[in-house]
């Protein structure tokens, strides 16, 4: 099992940012693809963005949905079993609770089925 911890959800002003943080504990970190999904009131969950290890050494692979591209930066500190979400430029159609997920498969999937494991999420809030 992996437990999953989000962190550092909060209200912004729209053009602000926010970090989030997952810290994850019960199984080797470093080899789970994680992710990070928002959900918004009303709406489905949706994939926001992913990083795995890559087959270059000490490189990641990342993934980002075009929404979020530019200004999104998702990273990780496999030392502290913890994936970051770095959120500039926040605007308000990025409020959503965010939700920390871990996938053991290899290959990076933008489909919340594909995820074994979730945080109880984190609530972020941009106002105009």
């Known amino acids: 099992q992996v437990q999953l911890v989000e962190s550092g959800g909060g209200l912004v002003q729209a053009g602000g940012s926010l970090r989030l943080s997952c810290a994850a504990s019960?199984?080797?970190?470093?080899?789970?693809?994680m992710a990070w999904f928002r959900q918004a009131p009303g709406k489905e969950r949706e994939f926001v963005t992913a990083i795995r290890r890559s087959s270059i050494y000490m490189r990641y692979y990342t993934d980002y949905a075009d929404s979020v591209k530019g200004r999104f930066t998702i990273s990780r500190d496999n030392s502290k079993d913890t994936v970051y979400l770095q959120m500039n430029s926040l605007k308000p159609e990025d409020t959503a609770v965010y939700y920390c997920?871990?996938?053991?498969?290899?290959?990076?999937?933008?489909?919340?089925?594909?995820?074994?494991?979730w945080g109880q999420g984190t609530q972020v809030t941009v106002s105009e």
């Open positions: 019960g199984r080797t970190f470093s080899n789970y693809v």
């Open positions: 997920a871990a996938d053991q498969a290899s290959g990076v999937s933008r489909m919340a089925k594909e995820y074994d494991y």
